[in-house]
């Protein structure tokens, strides 16, 4: 019903920036506009639970953990029906598979994409 493709992950020195990218698609949406949907970004690190990293309400507010704030932006682009995270002054504690959900009301993932920050 719904799908979640993830993307724009990869290896990337400290101090370096990516954007994730999540595209939705799904029959839903030729119902439900993507914008009454709250969206995140979650993480996993080895060995760790998955986090949340950033949020995105249905009102449109930001939420962003302590870790990543002022670093991390969580957008969201409705006509083109994606969520993005820019993250820029990356740092090696930031590696892990990054996972986009779509949020209240409903709650669906994306398969996460890996983010890996080494020298």
């Known amino acids: 019903q719904v799908q979640l493709v993830e993307s724009g992950g990869g290896l990337v020195q400290p101090g370096g920036s990516l954007r994730l990218s999540c595209a939705a698609s799904?029959?839903?949406?030729?119902?439900?506009?993507?914008?009454?949907?709250?969206m995140e970004w979650y993480r996993q690190a080895p060995g760790k639970q998955r986090e949340l990293v950033a949020a995105l309400s249905r009102a449109g507010s930001t939420n962003y953990a302590d870790s990543v704030k002022g670093r991390f932006t969580i957008s969201r682009d409705n006509a083109k029906k994606t969520l993005y995270l820019q993250m820029n002054s990356l740092k090696p504690e930031d590696t892990a598979v990054y996972y986009c959900?779509?949020?209240?009301?409903?709650?669906?993932w994306g398969q996460g994409t890996q983010v890996t920050v080494s020298s």
């Open positions: 959900r779509l949020g209240h009301p409903a709650d669906y």
């Open positions: 799904g029959s839903i949406f030729s119902i439900f506009a993507i914008s009454i949907y709250a």
